[in-house]
C-alpha cells in the first residue's frame, strides 16, 4: 500500500479566492482524487512575499517543495504569469526547489494567448527541479468552472501523472529496489 500522495496548489492571481484558485482546485482534485493538503493563495500573503526573512513565506516554500504534485496557477498578463507567482518562485532552489511533480495551469480571456503555460511557466517550474510531464494547461476565463474544459487534458495527464505519483507498479516490476528508487 503506498502512501497517499502531498497535494498543493499554488496561485499567482493579485485577487484572493479568485476564479484561477477555483481552477487549480478543481485540476488538483481530478488529478488527485482529492482535495489538495496546501492551498496557497498569494493574493493573502501580501507584503509578506517582498521580506525575505517571512517565516510564513519559507514555511510555505518549503511545504510547496516537498510536496509530490504542484498545480501552479496563474492567469495570463501580458502573455506570461504575474509578478506575484515570480516573488514566490524565486525563492525555490534552481534544480532542488520542487522535488515533486508540478502542473501548470494559466487562465486567460482568449486563444491568443495558449502557449503561455508552455512558453513561460512550464520552463521555470523545470528549471526548479519539477518533473513537468504533460503540456501546460490553459483554460480560458469564461470556462474555468466548467469540467469539459479540461476533460481532453486530463485523459492526457492523468495517467501520467498518476504513474509518477504511484511507485507501487515500479515496485511490482522490480520486487529488490528499496522505495523511492528508479526502476
Avoid: I
Wanted: aromatic share 4%; with cysteine.
Amino acid at each position: 500500500m503506498t502512501a497517499r500522495p502531498r497535494v498543493a496548489v499554488v496561485v499567482g492571481n493579485p485577487k484572493p479566492r479568485s476564479r484561477t484558485l477555483g481552477a487549480a482546485t478543481l485540476l488538483a482534485r481530478e488529478l488527485s482524487g482529492e482535495e489538495p493538503d496546501l492551498t496557497v493563495d498569494l493574493a493573502e500573503l501580501g507584503p509578506a512575499l517582498l521580506d525575505w526573512s517571512s517565516a510564513v513565506v519559507a514555511d510555505l516554500v518549503e511545504a510547496v517543495g516537498e510536496a509530490d504534485l504542484v498545480v501552479v496557477a496563474c492567469p495570463t498578463y501580458k502573455a506570461t504569469y504575474t509578478g506575484l507567482l515570480k516573488l514566490f518562485l524565486d525563492r525555490f532552489g534552481a534544480g532542488t526547489g520542487l522535488r515533486g511533480v508540478a502542473v501548470p495551469l494559466m487562465l486567460g480571456a482568449g486563444p491568443a494567448h495558449a502557449l503561455a503555460p508552455e512558453l513561460t511557466l512550464r520552463p521555470v517550474l523545470t528549471e526548479l527541479g519539477a518533473t513537468v510531464p504533460v503540456r501546460g494547461l490553459y483554460v480560458l476565463d469564461q470556462h474555468h468552472d466548467d469540467p469539459a474544459a479540461y476533460a481532453d487534458w486530463l485523459a492526457t495527464a492523468r495517467p501520467r501523472v498518476a504513474a509518477l505519483l504511484d511507485p507501487a507498479p515500479h515496485l511490482a516490476l522490480h520486487p529488490h529496489l528499496p522505495t523511492g528508487a528508479p526502476a
